[in-house]
Protein backbone atom coordinates (compact mmCIF):
# COMPACT_ATOMS: atom_id res chain seq x y z
CA UNK A 1 0.00 0.00 0.00
CA UNK A 2 2.55 2.49 0.44
CA UNK A 3 4.99 1.59 -1.95
CA UNK A 4 1.02 2.43 -4.12
CA UNK A 5 1.14 5.96 -2.40
CA UNK A 6 4.74 6.46 -3.23
CA UNK A 7 3.83 5.46 -6.87
CA UNK A 8 1.06 7.44 -7.26
CA UNK A 9 2.48 10.92 -5.59
CA UNK A 10 5.68 10.78 -7.01
CA UNK A 11 4.65 12.22 -10.79
CA UNK A 12 2.65 15.26 -8.60
CA UNK A 13 5.63 15.69 -6.91
CA UNK A 14 8.04 16.07 -10.02
CA UNK A 15 5.18 17.59 -12.19
CA UNK A 16 5.45 20.67 -9.10
CA UNK A 17 9.03 20.78 -9.79
CA UNK A 18 8.62 21.84 -13.27
CA UNK A 19 8.83 25.63 -14.08
CA UNK A 20 6.07 26.06 -15.85
CA UNK A 21 6.62 30.08 -17.61
CA UNK A 22 7.59 31.11 -14.51
CA UNK A 23 11.47 32.16 -15.83
CA UNK A 24 12.33 35.82 -16.91
CA UNK A 25 12.72 35.01 -20.74
CA UNK A 26 9.32 34.90 -21.11
CA UNK A 27 8.70 38.13 -19.94
CA UNK A 28 7.32 41.00 -22.27
CA UNK A 29 9.63 44.33 -21.91
CA UNK A 30 8.82 47.56 -23.82
CA UNK A 31 11.09 50.11 -24.61
CA UNK A 32 10.06 53.74 -23.37
CA UNK A 33 12.88 55.64 -24.23
CA UNK A 34 16.40 54.91 -25.14
CA UNK A 35 18.91 57.94 -25.48
CA UNK A 36 22.51 57.03 -26.15
CA UNK A 37 25.40 58.80 -24.29
CA UNK A 38 26.94 62.21 -25.94
CA UNK A 39 30.14 60.15 -26.83
CA UNK A 40 28.01 56.80 -27.65
CA UNK A 41 29.69 54.85 -25.24
CA UNK A 42 26.83 54.05 -23.24
CA UNK A 43 22.59 53.57 -23.48
CA UNK A 44 20.13 55.17 -21.18
CA UNK A 45 16.54 52.96 -21.35
CA UNK A 46 13.11 53.81 -19.45
CA UNK A 47 11.13 50.59 -19.95
CA UNK A 48 8.41 48.74 -18.94
CA UNK A 49 8.10 45.14 -18.10
CA UNK A 50 5.32 42.37 -17.74
CA UNK A 51 5.28 38.73 -16.75
CA UNK A 52 4.95 36.06 -14.29
CA UNK A 53 1.86 34.36 -15.66
CA UNK A 54 -1.40 34.30 -13.35
CA UNK A 55 -0.01 36.09 -10.39
CA UNK A 56 1.68 38.38 -12.67
CA UNK A 57 3.86 41.41 -12.45
CA UNK A 58 4.09 45.24 -14.35
CA UNK A 59 6.34 47.36 -13.80
CA UNK A 60 8.58 50.23 -15.23
CA UNK A 61 11.90 51.60 -14.67
CA UNK A 62 15.52 52.28 -16.21
CA UNK A 63 18.70 51.15 -17.15
CA UNK A 64 22.25 52.13 -17.58
CA UNK A 65 24.72 50.01 -19.88
CA UNK A 66 27.29 49.80 -22.41
CA UNK A 67 26.47 50.55 -26.08
CA UNK A 68 26.02 47.37 -27.79
CA UNK A 69 24.51 44.84 -24.61
CA UNK A 70 21.57 43.59 -24.30
CA UNK A 71 18.84 45.16 -21.83
CA UNK A 72 18.41 43.35 -18.71
CA UNK A 73 15.50 44.41 -17.29
CA UNK A 74 16.08 43.19 -13.59
CA UNK A 75 19.09 45.48 -13.89
CA UNK A 76 17.02 48.80 -13.02
CA UNK A 77 18.47 51.83 -11.81
CA UNK A 78 16.06 52.50 -9.26
CA UNK A 79 14.07 50.31 -6.08
CA UNK A 80 15.26 47.85 -4.01
CA UNK A 81 13.00 45.08 -5.42
CA UNK A 82 12.93 45.54 -9.24
CA UNK A 83 10.03 44.19 -9.72
CA UNK A 84 7.87 46.47 -8.26
CA UNK A 85 5.63 48.98 -9.39
CA UNK A 86 6.82 51.42 -7.84
CA UNK A 87 8.62 54.33 -10.55
CA UNK A 88 6.22 55.41 -13.25
CA UNK A 89 6.60 58.02 -15.78
CA UNK A 90 10.32 57.83 -16.38
CA UNK A 91 12.46 59.72 -18.43
CA UNK A 92 15.83 59.85 -19.34
CA UNK A 93 18.06 62.53 -20.43
CA UNK A 94 22.08 63.18 -20.57
CA UNK A 95 23.58 66.05 -18.81
CA UNK A 96 26.96 65.63 -20.46
CA UNK A 97 28.95 62.03 -20.79
CA UNK A 98 29.07 61.96 -17.32
CA UNK A 99 26.11 62.94 -15.77
CA UNK A 100 22.78 61.14 -16.51
CA UNK A 101 19.35 62.69 -15.54
CA UNK A 102 16.94 60.36 -14.60
CA UNK A 103 12.87 62.03 -13.91
CA UNK A 104 10.32 60.22 -12.39
CA UNK A 105 7.00 60.10 -10.47
CA UNK A 106 7.47 57.71 -7.37
CA UNK A 107 4.78 55.49 -4.91
CA UNK A 108 5.35 57.50 -1.55
CA UNK A 109 3.23 55.39 0.50
CA UNK A 110 4.79 53.78 3.54
CA UNK A 111 5.30 50.36 2.23
CA UNK A 112 7.57 51.29 -0.82
CA UNK A 113 9.81 54.46 1.30
CA UNK A 114 12.02 51.30 2.00
CA UNK A 115 12.32 50.07 -1.49
CA UNK A 116 12.31 53.54 -3.13
CA UNK A 117 14.87 54.74 -1.10
CA UNK A 118 17.66 52.05 -2.94
CA UNK A 119 19.09 53.81 -6.38
CA UNK A 120 22.27 53.37 -8.05
CA UNK A 121 24.02 56.87 -8.01
CA UNK A 122 26.85 55.83 -10.14
CA UNK A 123 27.44 53.02 -13.24
CA UNK A 124 30.84 53.08 -15.45
CA UNK A 125 32.06 56.34 -14.00
CA UNK A 126 28.54 57.67 -14.85
CA UNK A 127 27.04 59.75 -11.93
CA UNK A 128 23.04 59.18 -11.94
CA UNK A 129 21.25 62.56 -10.42
CA UNK A 130 17.29 61.50 -9.77
CA UNK A 131 14.14 64.03 -9.67
CA UNK A 132 11.21 63.20 -8.64
CA UNK A 133 8.23 64.61 -10.67
CA UNK A 134 5.24 65.90 -8.98
CA UNK A 135 1.61 64.26 -9.20
CA UNK A 136 0.44 60.64 -8.62
CA UNK A 137 2.41 57.84 -9.95
Known sequence: M????????????????IDVGGD??????????EKKSPNGKYVATSFSCSGGGAAGYFYFNANLRKAGEELDQLDGLMGKHKDWKAFTDIEVRWIDDNNLEV????NDSPEYRENNAVKVESRYGIRIH?????GDP
Open 2 to 17: CLLGLVLCLPVLLIGC
Open 24 to 33: RENDEVEILS
Open 103 to 106: SCKE
Open 130 to 134: YKVKK
